[in-house]
C-alpha cells in the first residue's frame, strides 16, 4: 500500500451541492495531482499542485478546485455539483523530481 | 493532441497462458511510459516506469517494453489473482500529468 489516504470513501449528494474531497500525501512528497475515473475509463487529469501553487490543470471548469496545505495535505472543491460528476476521484503524490504518482485509494462520489 | 490508445479491452485467458497487452501512445516529447494495475473500485497500483525506446523492466510474471509508438505488458504464465484493469499513461509536456489509457479488463481462469 501506498502511504496516500482519502477522504470519505464514499459519497452521496444531490445536484447542486458543493463538495469537499481529503488527501493527505505520501511522507515526503510535495506534488499532489486529482483525477477523475468515470466507470470503465481510465483517470483524467484535473490540476496539480506543487508547494501550495496551482501547477497545471486539465479541461475541467473552474467550479472544479483545490488547495494544498503547506503539510501537503490537499482538497478538491467542486461547486454547483452536476449528474456526470459521479465518477471515483483518486489523488496521486510525488516528489518534486521524479514522475512516477502513487496513488491513494479514491472516494467514489454519487450525485442524484 | 496527446492520446493513449490500449488494446484490447478486454481479456480472458486460462491460468498458465502467456499473452500481452497493447499501449500505443501519440504524445510530443515523451517523458515517461507507466503502467499501473487497478483492481475494482481501488486506486491505480503503480507497476513501471519505462524512459526510453528499448527499455524493459520486469516483475514477477509481468514485463513492460517500450518502442518509439508502443509500449507492451507481457504476461507470463498468468494467476488468477493477475486478474486486474491493467492501465497505461503517459507524461508528456513541462509538468507532470499523467495522460491514461481506457486500460485493459484481464480475467484469468483456473
Known amino acids: 500500500e501506498t502511504g496516500v489516504t482519502q477522504s470519505p470513501t464514499h459519497l452521496i449528494k444531490t445536484r447542486g451541492q458543493q463538495v469537499t474531497l481529503r488527501c493527505s500525501s505520501q511522507s515526503g512528497h510535495n506534488t499532489v495531482s486529482w483525477y477523475q475515473q468515470a466507470l470503465g475509463q481510465g483517470p483524467q487529469f484535473i490540476f496539480q499542485?506543487?508547494?501550495?501553487?496551482?501547477?497545471g490543470r486539465g479541461n475541467f471548469p473552474p467550479r472544479f478546485s483545490g488547495l494544498q496545505f503547506p503539510n501537503y495535505s490537499s482538497e478538491l472543491n467542486v461547486n454547483a455539483l452536476e449528474l456526470d460528476d459521479s465518477a471515483l476521484y483518486l489523488c496521486?503524490?510525488?516528489?518534486?523530481?521524479?514522475?512516477?504518482?502513487?496513488f491513494g485509494p479514491g472516494t467514489r462520489l454519487l450525485v442524484l | 493532441e496527446d492520446q493513449v490508445t490500449q488494446s484490447p479491452e478486454a481479456l480472458r485467458l486460462q491460468e498458465g497462458e502467456s499473452s500481452s497487452l497493447n499501449c500505443s501512445y501519440t504524445v510530443s516529447g515523451l517523458r515517461g511510459l507507466f503502467w499501473y494495475r487497478q483492481d475494482p473500485g481501488k486506486g491505480p497500483e503503480f507497476l513501471f516506469t519505462?524512459?526510453?525506446a528499448g527499455e524493459e523492466k520486469e516483475k514477477e510474471r509481468l514485463k513492460a517494453t517500450l518502442t518509439k509508438k508502443e509500449s507492451f505488458l507481457h504476461i507470463t504464465a498468468p494467476k488468477p489473482e493477475d486478474s486486474a484493469t491493467y492501465l497505461c499513461?503517459?507524461?508528456?509536456?513541462?509538468?507532470?500529468?499523467?495522460?491514461f489509457g481506457a486500460g485493459t479488463r484481464l480475467a484469468v481462469h483456473p
Open positions: 499542485y506543487y508547494r501550495e501553487e496551482e501547477n
Open positions: 519505462l524512459y526510453s
Open positions: 499513461a503517459a507524461v508528456s509536456g513541462g509538468y507532470n500529468k499523467l495522460i
Open positions: 496521486a503524490s510525488s516528489t518534486g523530481q521524479e514522475e512516477t504518482q502513487y
